[in-house]
């Protein structure tokens, strides 16, 4: 018999993706008391992810949450200060930005700048912003306006001018170091001028003049200045319908609710971005999701997908968009209640788009789809906080949401256009800034499933370790791993003794005071995985502190770590190492790191269960565990 709670979560994930959202929501709102975490947290932020409800919808979940004094909705989530600077009233972004953002994990604290002060805060001289905040700049069209003229055809003059003083507020807000910059770009005038796209020597159309900035501000190459696509967010909200036109005279509004929800949903994606928390991966049903129908009932060849009827067309189309996102780093996760036998249509019908090569993962069985989703969290080295799970059936959506209350859900059909609309609508996989790394993760997949394979085929992992020849080249932080470091140090959860969240100011405060920042790239005779691992060194008289120990669970289990810390004995030249252990949910995997590296607990904080642990040469009988790496310096 089921409980009453796995009634509940199954009629919320009924109404929510089948019915009617709002009565999902009125449910969660009668039964709060009902419901314990981690699925109360988890139905909270499924539901606003869920796209397309009105600003009552949005609001509703948001008491929920704040009733409930805004409890984490995603494991591990890391606290984030922002300032909001407009030009316009901003009253209305806030709660919405605030829910957004915990959806993907992050704790806002949200400064709003006074009316109609951007110029005021970026180019006082003074310093009015922290360097800890994420600033936000929100620049209306009509501020454009204000700068450029009113008439149909802008000077050239009035648009050097009015982009120069962009730049100059760029520039401004850079110079009082906040940890990032988020820059909107412009949508559209609610009321645009006849002058549209002309482009004449002297002169240029109001929607010309708008293109040429957004294509400016694109083409910037500021460190830390990333672009906020409200462009796309307005489109998707219904164009010139989502700005603000009677409730700009009457209150300075510039987006109508429907904008609101959608560019407040584009800061929230963006600071997701820049944080290290948008979802890394999608674990894809098969039958009835990447093509009409069953395999095994119509076999390979009378499935639905191809250019041969409408429907096959949209299943094609909803493979194309599921393959592009594999060259964006996200990696697939195929998942099917079948026999073995079903891969084979990969091969068997050459109408298919994707291949069976683009899984980085594939788990096919007749065991519940929720083994298969930890089967594949294993595989890839991430939790199941960083995937979306898509499938066409309510009960594979809640049999797995109830044992993985922290992955995201979009349900597929029932025709090929409503998943598509789903995938797009959701904006799940939608990226500000990516970096090398991120576009080899699906090459690095492949890589790490063939080593997989190979493992297997040895009887002990010393001899496989032994086989694969690899080797760690140990770096100083520069320009060029920067970013890759940053993005380390922000999206580690399991292999993280600290869970420091460093920023570039973070770095830049820590090299200056002596500190060294490592970063350690691996490779070995299958190929590169780039850079996996950053350890930070605090020197204090004749201890070395380790400050941030990270590493990419993708290459756990190969002495990586042991390596590493023979490498750490070398530079301290026998001073004592102290290294510190900071539980979090996530964690676990290394509470006994310094246990196994040789280390001496001295002290553990009872406040926050941290422990303090010295590894000192001369009075450690044992030394470091061997390792089957080469190391190299560059």
Known sequence: MQSSRQVLINKFIEMLFKQDSSKAIELLEKNVKELTSPHLEGMIRLASFHPGGSSLYYQRIYNIWANLNYPPLKPNSVNRRIFLLTDFTADNFPSLVSLFCASYGINLEIGLSPFDSVEQFALSGSSLIAEDQIVVLIISPQWLQRYMGTSALVCRKEFEKTRELLSNIIEGIKSQNPSQILVANFPGNPF???GGNVSLKEFLGQNAAIAEINSWLRSLNYSAVHLM????AIFGAGGRKAMAKTNFFRAGMVFESNGVIATSREIALTIASVCGKTHRALAVDWDNTLWGGEVAESGFQEVICGPDSPEGRGYLTVQNYIKSLTGLGVLLGGTSRNSPEVENIFKENNKMRLELDDFSSIQVSFNPKSISIESISRDLGFGEEYMVFLDDSLFELTE???????????VAGPEPDDTLINLVESRFFNMVSVLE????RFKNSKILKKQRELKASFESIDEFLETIDICLTMCRLNKKNEARVIQLLQKSNQFNLTTRRHGKSDLDRLIKSGSEVIAISYKDSFGTQGIISVVILVPDANVVNIESWVMSCRVLNRTVEQAVFSYIL??????TVR???IPTEKNGLVKN??????FNRISENESNESELWTYSGHENIALPPRHFARIQEI
């Open 192 to 194: 645009p001028l006849p």
């Open 229 to 232: 696509d409200f462009s796309e």
């Open 400 to 410: 797995v949401f109830t044992n993985h209350p922290n992955i995201d859900l979009l």
């Open 437 to 440: 790394e991120d576009l080899e």
């Open 570 to 575: 070398k530079m301290v030249e026998g001073k």
């Open 579 to 581: 290294g510190e252990y």
């Open 593 to 598: 790191h310094y246990l196994d590296l040789g």
